[in-house]
Every structure is written in C-alpha cells, then in structure tokens.
C-alpha cells in the first residue's frame, strides 16, 4: 500500500522504521508537528520524525494544523491507501480522515478501551498497572475509540519508568503497526468495535499533577516518581524551592518519619510517608544538574525537622 505516515516524537521512529522497511508497503511522505525551538539557542530543530524521513529521502508535510487546505490538498493530490499514525500529537479533521481508502491507522499505547488519551503509558504506571500494552485501531472523531484491528501485551515491571515502558512498547508496537498494514491490505483484518465497559482515561499529565503528596501511601509515592519519569518529572518542595525526585526506593520495614520528614545516613536518605518510609535515590535540585540524594543531602547539611513538601 501507498502509505502517509504521521507522528512526531522520538517514540514514533521505530514504527516509521519498520514500515519503511517493509518489502509491502511504500512510505510517500510523512506528517509531522512543525519545526519547534529547542536547547538554550532556542533555535528551530525539526521532528525526530521528520529528520528520520529526511534521512529516508521522504517528504516531509508540516502543517501548523492539520485542517490547513494546503495540506488537505497536497494529502489527496498524494492519494494515501493508508495513514499509520504514532504520537501525531494533533486532532486529526474530517475532511483528513476521508483521504485514504483504509482511514488512518493508530498505534496507541494501552490496551484499549482502557487508557484513552494522551498519556496512557504514564497513567499506567501510576494506577500499578502490571499488563498494558499497545493496540491499533482506526481513528474516527471521538477520542481514540474507533474500532481494533490488534493487539499486544506488555508486563510492566516493578521498577518500570514510563520513559523505560513507553521505549518496549514502541519497539514492540511497531511490529504491530507494520502487521495491521498488512492485515488491511490483504483483507485478512477487520476492526472490532470496543467494548462499552472498561473505558478509562489518560489526560496529559500537567507538572501541577507531578507533586508528590507525602502523605499519601508509600506505594503511591513510588508510582508518581516513576509515571512521572522523565516527563514532566514527579517534584517536591524543599526550603522553599522545588526538588525533582527522578528515582525512589521503597523502604518497606522502616516506619519510624511523619510524611515528609527526612532521616540522612552515611549514603542514605529516606522520607516519611502514610505509611512505610521510600528512600531518595536521584534527585534533582531546582537550577542543578541531577545527583545522588546522599550527596545532596550532604550539600544542603539537613537540620533536625526540616520537611520535604509545601509547608517547608
């Protein structure tokens, strides 16, 4: 099949990868987000999508909304049988969807109809999720509940970030992605509707939902420190400035900190929380680079009483 393929972030190259790859299917052009700026220059860095189409010797379409009658243009003046998308990152219109014979296809990281939205990786991680996965199915206008062609299943470990989770779900998600196109093509492959029960969401994790509660259960604590990983990075307070928490450890037979209060070691440092104490193992002072928490705790010299959280 001729294919127009959308997305932007670095998660979606794999899946761009396997479908140029293919001995099936041609990849005629890509969509991508426009050009952003990035780094301390500010200065305008294309896509990883869009650099790896270059790479491939690809068109590359970035319309500043994919409503744009220029690209609305240029994508029937294309003639797509398919559209795969990964991470595309905007609502797709109507007058895009009708293009291609076979609609656009997306590849969505949970097991549908659970997780619908922007973030399901890092809500599955912060619910205790021990199976996602990834599923593709067929973009109609509501939010990512049009019909399944397949899916596939991912254990998420105890120690799972989300960056870590999300990195094995587009690699295993692109074989997925790259098999539906050609389920579609030979026929062998019809969506099936989801069903009604089951539907839960995943909204963009804003940095306000990334505070730590402390007195919230240590198990809670570790899931927003590692759903939050690495973006938009789970935080705290500390003496007034924020504090990035990027790795915690659960400390399950010590017991003794009110949430929030420390205790430092030689090469430890642990904080209160509802319930057993977690141990800070990298944290990030706001304005530094990321370090051990024992060296942090050595720099900032922690008084007797000192708490990590809002009323510091």
Same mark, same amino acid.
């Given at each position: 099949m001729?294919?127009?393929?959308?997305?932007?972030?670095?998660?979606?190259?794999?899946?761009?990868?396997?479908? !140029?790859?293919?001995?099936?299917?041609?990849?005629?052009?890509?969509?991508?987000?426009?050009?952003?700026? @990035?780094?301390?220059? =500010?200065?305008?860095?294309?896509s990883?999508?869009? #650099?790896?189409? #270059?790479e491939?010797?690809? *068109?590359?379409?970035?319309?500043a909304?994919?409503r744009?009658?220029?690209?609305?243009?240029?994508? =029937?003046e294309i003639g797509p049988?398919?559209?795969?998308v990964?991470?595309y990152?905007?609502?797709?219109?109507?007058?895009?969807?009708?293009?291609?014979?076979?609609?656009? &296809?997306?590849?969505?990281?949970?097991?549908?109809?659970?997780? =619908?939205?922007?973030?399901?990786?890092?809500?599955?991680?912060?619910?205790?999720? *021990? &199976?996602?996965?990834?599923? /593709?199915?067929? !973009?109609?206008?509501?939010?990512?509940?049009?019909?399944?062609?397949?899916?596939?299943?991912?254990?998420?470990?105890? /120690?799972? $970030?989300?960056?870590?989770?999300?990195?094995?779900?587009?690699?295993a998600?692109?074989?997925?992605?790259?098999? /539906?196109m050609?389920? !579609?093509?030979?026929? /062998?492959?019809e969506?099936?509707?989801?069903?009604?029960?089951?539907?839960?969401?995943?909204?963009?994790?804003?940095?306000?939902? @990334?505070?730590?509660?402390?007195?919230?259960?240590?198990?809670?604590?570790?899931?927003?420190?590692?759903?939050?990983?690495?973006?938009?990075? +789970?935080? $705290?307070?500390?003496?007034? *400035?924020?504090?990035?928490?990027? #790795?915690?450890?659960?400390?399950?037979?010590?017991?003794?900190?009110?949430?929030? +209060?420390l205790?430092?070691?030689?090469?430890?440092?642990?904080?209160?929380?509802?319930?057993? *104490?977690v141990?800070l193992?990298?944290v #990030?002072?706001?304005?530094?680079k990321?370090?051990? @928490?024992?060296?942090?705790?050595?720099?900032? =010299? !922690?008084?007797?009483?000192?708490?990590?959280?809002?009323?510091?």
């Open positions: 001729k294919l127009v393929f959308a997305g932007t972030p670095e998660v979606a190259v794999p899946a761009l990868d396997a479908l !140029i790859a293919s001995d099936r299917h041609e990849v005629v052009a890509v969509v991508t987000r426009p050009d952003a700026p @990035a780094g301390r220059g =500010r200065r305008l860095v294309a990883p999508v869009a #650099q790896r189409a #270059q491939a010797g690809i *068109e590359v379409l970035r319309p909304k994919p744009d009658e220029e690209f609305l243009a240029r994508l =029937r049988d398919c559209c795969p990964v991470a990152g905007a609502l797709l219109p109507k007058a895009a969807l009708d293009v291609p014979v076979h609609g656009w &296809v997306n590849l969505h990281f949970s097991l549908l109809p659970a997780w =619908r939205g922007a973030a399901p990786v890092q809500h599955a991680v912060m619910a205790g999720d *021990e &199976v996602t996965g990834a599923a /593709t199915f067929r !973009i109609e206008e509501g939010l990512d509940s049009g019909p399944v062609y397949g899916v596939i299943t991912e254990r998420v470990r105890p /120690t799972d $970030t989300s960056g870590d989770l999300l990195t094995r779900l587009a690699f998600g692109s074989g997925l992605l790259a098999a /539906t050609d389920g !579609i093509e030979d026929g /062998t492959l969506p099936v509707v989801q069903p009604a029960e089951g539907v839960s969401l995943a909204p963009k994790i804003k940095v306000e939902d @990334a505070q730590v509660e402390w007195a919230e259960p240590a198990l809670r604590v570790d899931r927003v420190v590692r759903g939050c990983t690495p973006a938009p990075g +789970a935080w $705290t307070v500390f003496r007034g *400035e924020r504090l990035k928490l990027i #790795q915690v450890a659960l400390v399950p037979d010590r017991t003794e900190l009110a949430p929030g +209060a205790a430092v070691g030689k090469n430890n440092v642990y904080a209160g929380t509802g319930s057993h *104490e141990e193992v990298w #990030q002072p706001q304005g530094k990321p370090m051990r @928490a024992a060296d942090w705790a050595r720099g900032v =010299r !922690i008084a007797p009483g000192e708490l990590l959280g809002p009323t510091t």
